[in-house]
């Protein structure tokens, strides 16, 4: 079965700190993995996703297979980083047209 | 470019009742899905259409129905609404095929909805 982990609930961060917003999953192939972003009172929104490989308002994530994660990081953290941010994996076989998500981390970058 | 379209907005329900958010999509994807999202508990998968005319449950269908009506849109009724469907709900789609768009969900603005 595949699974998305992230850990955190809730990360908050002074501006100017670097962030990286931890996601774990659980899968026997090569998934496509995703972070999708969501702005206060927005619609969720695709941020950037593996194969892309390019950075999107200064986030990138990198694909560690032997770890098994596609961690979310930026050097430093802007007050308009604030939003809640869901990884996804997209792989065969599994519920949900091979599509699960992860719990979300709302991430508060503190002035 | 309309994307992914949720109506209503919001809702204010009283227990017992029924209603129905209707979601459309222009963009010719095959998948479409309904979620909802509650404090804590992030996204929760209602149901899902994988194609037109095919629906499946996610992880959280007990309370709703869904009805592929055609390519374009993808319903979600509540018949007997209770106070635990109070919830913030989301459709989207997702892209097929293999350009910059395969598998990226699009979502819709979200339907806030409050039963009393």
């Known amino acids: 079965a595949q699974r998305v982990t992230q850990p955190e609930k809730l990360l908050s961060v002074f501006k100017g700190a670097p962030v990286e917003l931890k996601c774990n999953y659980s899968y026997s192939g090569s998934p496509e993995l995703f972070w999708y972003v969501q702005y206060s009172r927005q619609r969720l929104q695709l941020l950037l996703r593996?194969?892309s490989r390019e950075s999107i308002k200064g986030f990138t994530a990198d694909l560690n297979k032997g770890e098994t994660s596609f961690h979310l990081k930026k050097p430093f953290a802007q007050e308009e980083d604030s939003a809640m941010y869901y990884c996804a994996l997209s792989g065969l076989g599994g519920g949900a047209d091979g599509l699960t998500f992860g719990k979300g981390t709302h991430l508060i970058i503190q002035p | 470019n309309a994307g992914v379209t949720q109506t209503p907005k919001f809702q204010v329900l009283k227990t017992g009742q029924s209603m129905t958010l209707q979601c459309a999509q222009d963009m010719n994807h095959n998948s479409m899905y309904w979620y909802r999202q509650d404090p804590g508990m992030g996204l929760r998968l209602i149901y899902y259409?994988?194609?037109?005319?095919?629906?499946d449950k996610g992880e959280v269908p007990n309370g709703y129905n869904v009805s592929r009506l055609n390519k374009r849109e993808f319903s979600l009724r509540l018949e007997s609404a209770a106070p635990s469907q109070t919830s913030v709900y989301f459709c989207a789609s997702r892209g097929g095929g293999s350009g910059s768009g395969a598998n990226v969900l699009t979502f819709g603005a979200g339907s806030r909805l409050t039963v009393l």
């Open positions: 259409s994988a194609s037109e005319g095919t629906t």
């Open positions: 593996h194969i």
